[in-house]
């Protein structure tokens, strides 16, 4: 179990609670955070789970493998501290995590 | 009129379009009623691991369904399950259901989706002869999944050969019987069939092509598969995946125009003001091809889903995309952008004949109208974008791997 905080482009904060071994993504979508779109489930397919992670929280996320990668370099809005939200499977250790979402995922 | 304001607006079809009009409805500031009808017994879920996670039992229904319950709840809307509308009355703005109700509308959304084409041939009705588009299909398929079974898969398309892959990791013996001289030849060049049949017959799995299915023998259970030359292959069970229909019936018989689909302007109305329709049951204008399609993928089923919403709140929002889906077929992805449909020449990057990643675009006359791309992201990502803006490409350079996908429109 870990909390994580995601952060509107707006500002506006939700803080939940998201069971070990969900993804990222699921703990958005599954307490109704709006600002994720996920449209291919965590597929990996459609990068509009994308999210920005503060460098203190990157170091601590498992690597990108070589789809995530390559989706994000191609994704429009993505930054240097972009990942795909989907890729991201919860651990305690990531609890009291922090992640901003982009103003549109499309 | 006046009472009629409360009817609000009724969804029939809970599945992804229908879930994600009530996302979209809210999102709009609709503060109206919303019911929304599905005949399956589970909320709206997606489909996609139908033929993937879920099937090879990775993941769970909670993790397949589209949202949780209270989501329902919280959103104010009425989730009627294991309901079937069948009949809409337009005149007196209602639907009726199986176990005799009317409910009211003031604005409806048709979102009934498509179901599985049968095929009718002796034996069709055996046990063991299964089809999947539900969840409720995979938990019966599910029964007989064990290492050692004997599966015939009936249709070379992607569910078909998804189901293939997913037996095949599970330690069944699999062969796939496909009546067209290649797979997925609906869908993609002979390049990509040529590449998955490589593939599948690798990892262990018999493709027959150009075999059409005559009969299903078996005494109390199917045991096996007569082939129209007479061959027979035996079998433990059958997955038939040939193809779709869409559930068009109900707009049908209410009058509302029907061809090829539910057809939709680019909002998603029907030919009826207080009706809209989406997902996999619409044919609908698409503004980058310049014309109607009927598709089905989760994407479109998901910005129908948005228009609609838009739509019945009195809000024009076009639906205009550049169509995309995707398959997963053992440690291979593949991304599909645009339509291929008529194009007169295909460029491939990358080596299909040995690799397990490359992609095919594919020109019409230089313009940039389709990609398949197979664990290759920067060619999907990229002609996504490339494709939405009929791009001119250099067929030389596309073909050359040395330069960026980034770089890949300059002169
Ligand atoms: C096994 C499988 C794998 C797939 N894989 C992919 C993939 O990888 N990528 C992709 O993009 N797409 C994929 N698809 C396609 C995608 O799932 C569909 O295009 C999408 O679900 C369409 O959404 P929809 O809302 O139009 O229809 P559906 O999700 O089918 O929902 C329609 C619902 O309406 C209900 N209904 C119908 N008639 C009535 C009635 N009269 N009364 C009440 N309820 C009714 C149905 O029971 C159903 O639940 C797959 C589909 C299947 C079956
Ligand atoms: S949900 Fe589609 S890439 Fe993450």
Redesign the interface.
């Given at each position: 179990m870990a909390k994580v905080t995601f952060i509107e482009h707006n500002g506006k904060e939700h803080t939940v609670e998201v069971a070990d071994g969900?993804t990222l993504m699921?703990g958005a979508?599954?307490n109704?955070v709006?600002g994720i779109?996920a449209?291919?489930?965590g597929?990996?397919?459609?990068?509009t789970c994308m999210v920005f992670v503060p460098e203190e929280w990157l170091a601590k996320l498992p690597a990108k493998e070589?789809?995530e990668e390559?989706?994000l370099?191609?994704?429009?809005h993505s930054e240097a501290n972009s990942r795909l939200s989907c890729q991201i499977k919860v651990t305690k250790e990531l609890d009291g995590i922090r992640v901003t979402m982009p103003e549109s995922q499309h | 009129m006046a009472g009629q304001e409360k009817n609000g607006i009724v969804i029939i079809g809970a599945g992804q379009a229908g879930a994600q009009a009530v996302m979209s409805l809210r999102a709009e500031g609709y503060e109206g009623p919303i019911r929304l009808i599905g005949e399956e017994a589970e909320p709206p879920y997606q489909r996609p691991p139908l033929s993937k996670k879920f099937l090879a039992g990775e993941i769970g229904f909670d993790r397949v369904e589209l949202k949780p319950a209270e989501f329902y709840e919280q959103s104010g809307c009425e989730l009627i399950l294991g309901t079937r509308v069948t009949r809409i009355e337009r005149e007196a703005h209602l639907v009726h259901t199986g176990d005799g109700r009317a409910i009211g509308y003031d604005k409806l959304l048709i979102a009934t989706g498509s179901r599985v084409r049968e095929i009718n041939v002796p034996g069709f009705d055996l046990p063991g002869v299964h089809y999947l588009r539900t969840v409720g299909d995979v938990r019966e398929v599910q029964t007989h999944f064990h290492a050692g079974a004997k599966l015939v898969v009936v249709g070379g398309g992607y569910i078909g050969l998804e189901v293939a892959a997913v037996a095949k990791k599970n330690g069944m013996d699999v062969t796939v019987l496909e009546t067209a001289d290649r797979v997925m030849a609906r869908v993609v060049d002979p390049i990509v069939s040529h590449f998955y049949q490589r593939i599948h017959a690798e990892e262990g799995v018999k493709i027959r092509t150009g075999e059409t299915v005559a009969g299903f023998e078996g005494k109390g259970k199917v045991e096996s598969v007569v082939t129209g030359e007479g061959e027979k292959f035996p079998c433990d069970f059958v997955v038939v995946g040939v193809g779709i229909l869409p559930n068009v019936e109900l707009a049908q018989e209410a009058g509302l125009h029907v061809e090829n689909g539910i057809v939709v302007d680019e909002c998603t109305q029907t030919s009826d003001p207080d009706i809209c329709a989406a997902g996999d049951c619409t044919n609908h204008p698409n503004g980058v091809y310049g014309r109607r399609l009927r598709l089905e993928s989760v994407q479109n089923a998901i910005e129908q889903g948005k228009t609609a919403a838009a739509c019945l709140t009195g809000k024009a929002k076009p639906y205009s995309q550049v169509p995309w889906f995707w398959s997963d077929q053992y440690d291979l992805k593949l991304q599909i952008a645009g339509l291929s449909t008529g194009y007169t020449q295909a460029v491939t990057r990358g080596d299909p004949d040995h690799a397990r990643s490359f992609a095919v675009f594919y020109l019409k006359d230089g313009v940039l109208v389709a990609v398949d791309a197979v664990n290759r992201a920067p060619e999907f990502m990229m002609a996504r974008q490339l494709i939405a803006k009929h791009a001119k490409l250099d067929p030389a350079r596309l073909r050359d791997e040395t330069i960026n996908m980034k770089e890949i429109e300059k002169a």
């Open positions: 969900l699921e979508t599954k109704m709006p779109d449209d291919c489930g597929a990996c397919a459609c990068a070589d789809m390559t989706m370099d191609f994704c429009e | -």
